[in-house]
C-alpha cells in the first residue's frame, strides 16, 4: 500500500544534524524514522515536508521531560526573531531542493498533483514542501510569491507560539483547545492569499478560535496535517469533535499524527503502545465526518513513535492494523493515500 503522509520533520532533522546536502536520508543510515530505503520497503510515497524554525528553550526543555512518565505539558513558549526563523527555515528548503537536484530519482519536490502522480509511478519520494509556523515573513504580498516560487505549497500560518498571524495553541495536557484569541488581521490577510495562490492552510498548530477563524473564511478545504482526536487523548494539540466536524465540512481533512503523546488517553509518549490505539483516532474521525474527513499525519522525525511503528519502512504494520480493525479496502486507501490527493487537487492545482 502506497502511504501519502501528512506532515514529517526530515528537514529539520538533517539541518539540525549539519547535513546540508541530505546524504543521511540517500544513503540510509538508518538514523531519525524516515530514509529512502526505509520510504522504500515500507510504501512511504510522499508527503508534505516541513520546514521548521525550533524554540531552542522548547527543545531543552523537551530533552529534560520524561513524556512517557507523565505528559507532555508546556506553557509560555515564546515568539520567535524573523531573522532567525528566514535563515532557518531557506536552510531547509535548500536542503530539499539539493536532494531534488542530485537524485531525482529518490525525491522529487512537487508543486502540482500531476508532479505528484509523476513522481510516485516513478519510484520517487514526493516532496510537497510545507512552512509550520511563518515567522520568517512579515508581508504576505511581498514575501508570499517568493516561497511559492521555491516550491512552498502548504504553510501552517501558526506554531504552538505566538506570531503576527495569530495565536499558536500551547502544548497542554489534560485541556482545551480554546486557549486564547484567534487570527490576527495579518491571519486573515494570509489566509486569503493562500487561497488565492494556491497554497494549501494547515490549522494543526492552532488554537480553537484561529481554527473557526480559518473555517469563517475559508472558500477551499483546509486540513489540519498531524493532529489527533481530543475525545480519546484530551491534549490541547488535538481536535474536538466540533473542530473536526468544521474541518470536514471544508472538505479538508485531519492527518492522524504517530507521536504517542499525542494518541494514548494517558497522553504519555510510551513506546509501548499498541497500534490499534492509533486506528481507534482514524475509526472516530470516520464514525463522526466521514470516511474522507482523515488520512495519516505521522510527524516522523518530529515525535516519539511506538516500537511497533519505529520508522517509515513500518508502515505495513499500521496497514494490517487497519484492517484488523475493520476497515475496508477502499477505506484504508482513502486513508493512506486517496484523501491527500484529492485535497491537494482541490487545493494547490
Known amino acids: 500500500m502506497r502511504i501519502f503522509d501528512g506532515h514529517n520533520d526530515l528537514l529539520f532533522r538533517l539541518w539540525d544534524s549539519g547535513d546540508q546536502d541530505g546524504m543521511a536520508f540517500l544513503s540510509s543510515d538508518g538514523q531519525g524514522h524516515v ?50 526563523a528566514t535563515t532557518v527555515c531557506r536552510a531547509q528548503i535548500a536542503i530539499a531542493h539539493r536532494i531534488f ?20 509511478s516513478d519510484g520517487a519520494v514526493a516532496c510537497v514542501l510545507h512552512v509550520e509556523g511563518l515567522e520568517m515573513i512579515d508581508d504576505p504580498e511581498a514575501q508570499l510569491p517568493g516561497l511559492y516560487d521555491r516550491g512552498v505549497r502548504s504553510i501552517g500560518p501558526v506554531w504552538s507560539r505566538p506570531n503576527r498571524f495569530g495565536h499558536g495553541v500551547p502544548f497542554r495536557y489534560p485541556a482545551h483547545p480554546d486557549t486564547g484569541p484567534g487570527l490576527s ?30 473555517a469563517s473564511v475559508a472558500r477551499k478545504p483546509f486540513v489540519s496535517s498531524h493532529a489527533g482526536v481530543h475525545a480519546l487523548c484530551p491534549a490541547s494539540r488535538n481536535h474536538t469533535d466540533r473542530q473536526l466536524r468544521t474541518i470536514a465540512r ?26 490499534s490505539v492509533f486506528v481507534a483516532h482514524i475509526r472516530h474521525v470516520i464514525d463522526l465526518a466521514g470516511i474522507e474527513a482523515v488520512a495519516l499525519g505521522s510527524d516522523f522525525d518530529g515525535g516519539p ?6 520508522d517509515c519502512g513500518a508502515l505495513p504494520r499500521l496497514v494490517r492494523q487497519m484492517e484488523a480493525g475493520g476497515l475496508t479496502g477502499g477505506e484504508i486507501e482513502a486513508v493512506c493515500h486517496g484523501n491527500w490527493r484529492r485535497v491537494l487537487s482541490d487545493t494547490i492545482d
Not at 208 to 214: H, M
Not at 305 to 310: M, Q, T, W, Y
Open 305 to 310: 513513535v511506538a516500537n511497533d511503528l519505529p
Open 185 to 214: 488581521a495579518a491571519g486573515f490577510e494570509l489566509v486569503e492569499m493562500c487561497q488565492q495562490m494556491g497554497i494549501l492552510v494547515d490549522v494543526a498548530h492552532m488554537n480553537a478560535a484561529g481554527i473557526a477563524d480559518v
Open 35 to 84: 530514509d529512502l530505503a526505509r520510504a522504500r520497503s515500507g510504501g512511504f510515497a510522499g508527503g508534505l515536508f516541513a520546514v521548521f524554525a525550533d524554540n531552542p528553550e522548547f527543545e531543552l526543555a523537551l530533552a529534560s521531560t520524561d513524556a512517557s512518565a507523565a505528559p507532555l505539558s508546556m506553557d509560555g513558549i515564546g515568539p520567535i526573531s524573523q531573522s532567525y
Open 101 to 120: 537536484e542530485a537524485r531525482p530519482d529518490a525525491l522529487r519536490i512537487c508543486t502540482s498533483t500531476q508532479h505528484i502522480e509523476q513522481a510516485m
Open 250 to 275: 471544508s472538505g479538508g481533512l485531519v492527518g492522524i499524527v504517530l507521536n504517542t503523546d499525542f494518541i494514548r488517553p494517558d497522553g504519555r509518549a510510551d513506546p509501548d503502545t499498541d497500534l
